[in-house]
């Protein structure tokens, strides 16, 4: 089967003598697989988020590989996060020997030079002393080369979980999906809250007031002045604002920060994702198909960009907040 293994479409991960379904294989693949038919699957068009060849997982490669999600919920994610972790515990320790190694092989031809001076002024008596640079030499040599298998066995975990990743990144999607759901929720509630909160204490301190100032003439000296802070300057340069904020548009502003960190992406993560969020229009960036869609939303956006300014952008932060106020965020 080694032929055939050879010929799997390139959407296929293949590690070692291990084959690897992925989200969004040509249909009938596993089939063919089964029967012994590659040539009856087309192979898909362009390599997709997940295929990793085993070649690129090599010691400066790895660091693309390493990162998990920050609040991790899944228990296989964090099993090899914990693989890895035990692989640099090691490394680290070989490492620190190799330092010392390295000391001790630097200082070693004086100290050898010592002991011998001292033999032959003793009149040679008992054995000749040993060099130790042979010894150390080969020592650094073991612990190079286990050094250098460590980043090797950090990389076969790293193709274990790019594999995993690919086989189930619909589940993932799913998962994290809904936990962005719930979590917006709660987001939304709090603002709700604190909306609350606010309202009960301006009516509060508006008690104050009237208790300070009745029968003031002038009844606009009995209310809480508007606006986030008073509209005070100083409070809002902190916050870098350049003028007065309204308390309604603050409550809106977080309710559709809620709604952008639920589903929002950045024009980037859109290229590669694509508009549907469907994993299987995903492409790695640093593919042709992947800097080619990456270019092609760029200019995209360049050009609507001039189309509503009359000019185009004079950076990519420029841009960015452009799109973010003329962009709906889905639901």
Same mark, same amino acid.
């Given at each position: ?79 090899? +996060?914990?693989?890895? &972790?035990?692989?640099?515990?090691? @490394?680290?320790?070989? =490492? /620190? #020997?190799? *330092? %010392?190694?390295?000391? !001790? ?73 809904? +936990?962005?759901?719930? &979590?917006?929720?709660?987001?939304? @509630?709090?603002?709700? =809250? /604190? #909306?609350? *909160? %606010?309202?009960?204490? !301006? ?129």
């Amino acid at each position: 089967m080694s032929n055939d293994r050879d010929r799997l479409a390139r959407g296929d991960l293949v590690i070692g003598a291990e084959r690897y379904d992925h989200v969004g294989a040509p249909p009938g693949l596993v089939d063919a697989l089964r029967e012994d038919n590659l040539e009856s699957v087309q192979p898909p068009e362009g390599p997709r988020i997940g295929e990793v060849p085993r070649e690129l997982i090599t010691h400066e490669q790895q660091a693309r590989f390493l990162p998990s999600p920050r609040r991790n919920p899944w228990k296989e994610i964090q099993r090899f +996060a914990d693989r890895i &972790a035990e692989v640099d515990a090691h @490394q680290q320790k070989l =490492a /620190a #020997e190799s *330092a %010392r190694i390295a000391e !001790e092989l630097r200082m070693a031809p004086a100290h050898d030079g010592d002991a011998l001076s001292t033999w032959e002024l003793t009149g040679r008596k008992g054995p000749k002393p040993e060099p130790t640079v042979p010894a150390l030499e080969r020592r650094a040599q073991e612990l190079s080369r286990a050094i250098a298998g460590m980043d090797r066995r950090r990389g076969e975990v790293l193709a274990e979980k790019a594999a995993f990743v690919e086989r189930r990144r619909g589940r993932l999607i799913k998962d994290a999906e809904k +936990a962005a759901a719930a &979590a917006r929720t709660a987001y939304e @509630q709090a603002v709700a =809250a /604190a #909306e609350r *909160a %606010r309202s009960e204490l !301006e009516a509060v301190r508006q008690s104050g007031l009237w208790a300070h100032l009745y029968p003031v003439e002038e009844q606009h000296l009995l209310e809480v002045p508007r606006g986030i802070a008073g509209n005070q300057r100083e409070p809002l340069v902190k916050a870098g604002l350049n003028g007065p904020v309204e308390v309604g548009r603050l409550w809106q502003l977080l309710r559709d920060d809620a709604a952008f960190l639920e589903r929002g992406l950045s024009a980037e993560q859109r290229a590669l994702i694509g508009p549907d969020d469907d994993p299987r229009r995903a492409t790695w960036v640093e593919t042709p198909e992947g800097r080619r869609r990456a270019r092609e939303e760029l200019d995209r956006q360049i050009a609507a960009f001039r189309a509503d300014i009359g000019r185009d952008p004079r950076s990519r932060e420029e841009l960015e907040v452009w799109r973010g106020e003329h962009q709906l965020v889905p639901r």
